[in-house]
Antibody, heavy 119, light 115 residues
Framework: QVQLVQSGAEVKKPGSAVKVSCKAS????????FSWVRQAPGGGLEWMGG????????NHAEKFQGRVTITADESANTVYIEVRNLRSDDTAVYHC?????????????WGQGTMVTVS | DIVLSQSPDSLAVSLGERAAINCKTS????????????LNWYQQKPGQPPKLLIY???TRDSGVPDRFSGSGSGTDFTLTISNLQAEDVGVYYC???????????FGPGTKVNIK
């Protein structure tokens, strides 16, 4: 049974950076895509970007251009998201999710979420 | 960018009755090449991550009860919950994946409660 386990909650100052990890266990890793989705308190879901570990480089939504980097470490079965120059409106739960095989674009396995507070 | 809207924002349904949630996309999400609509549905319960219910607009994910069904094509889609159960309370999101860049967008969500 595939599981995604994320790193713990973070409290950061405005202008600083945060790096959240997501470790996959119980199944194959490199051939799957992984996405990062965030959710502000009381808000909806916002796709931030994704990566296929075997291809190396990630992509991200245009609004995060220059502030977000998504990476993967195949040897550790782990994907990461780094958000720089944090602002108060980056306060959110950050979820990683695995992309369903078959090219559906759906996210079928989700991590537990990591709360990032910028204050 | 493809923008998704959902209606209603919230609804309250009696146990055992039917709930219908609509999702409209600003651009078609239908691929002629494989006749698939790249529209997915998720359920999110309080304090939990989202759960995939439906992919390709109408295919239930493994283990999803058959009271959940998806329909629609092109730009207009519906998630129907038949015989609503207490455990179906939550927020439902649609999500599209119709871009060569791999970008995804979500709808704003619809909150379902028990009347």
């Amino acid at each position: 049974q595939v599981q995604l386990v994320q790193s713990g909650a973070e409290v950061k100052k405005p202008g600083s950076a945060v790096k959240v990890s997501c470790k996959a266990s119980g199944g194959p890793f490199s051939n799957y895509g992984f996405s990062w989705v965030r959710q502000a308190p009381g808000g909806g879901l916002e796709w931030m970007g994704g990566i296929i570990p075997k291809f190396g480089s990630g992509n991200h939504a245009e609004k995060f251009q220059g502030r977000v980097t998504i990476t993967a470490d195949e040897s550790a079965n782990t994907v990461y998201i780094e958000v720089r120059n944090l602002r108060s409106d980056d306060t959110a739960v950050y979820h990683c999710a695995r992309e369903q095989m078959g090219g559906t674009g759906a996210l079928d396995i989700w991590g537990q979420g990591t709360m990032v507070t910028v204050s | 960018d493809i923008v998704l809207s959902q209606s209603p924002d919230s609804l309250a349904v009696s146990l055992g009755e039917r709930a219908a949630i609509n999702c409209k996309t600003s651009h078609t999400v239908f691929y002629n090449s494989n006749k698939k609509n790249y529209l997915n549905w998720y359920q999110q319960k309080p304090g939990q991550p989202p759960k995939l219910l439906i992919y390709w607009a109408s295919t239930r994910d493994s283990g999803v009860p058959d009271r959940f069904s998806g329909s629609g094509s092109g730009t207009d889609f519906t998630l129907t919950i038949s015989n609503l159960q207490a455990e179906d309370v939550g927020v439902y999101y649609c999500q599209q994946y119709y871009t060569t860049s791999g970008d995804r967008t979500f709808g704003p969500g619809t909150k379902v409660n028990i009347k």
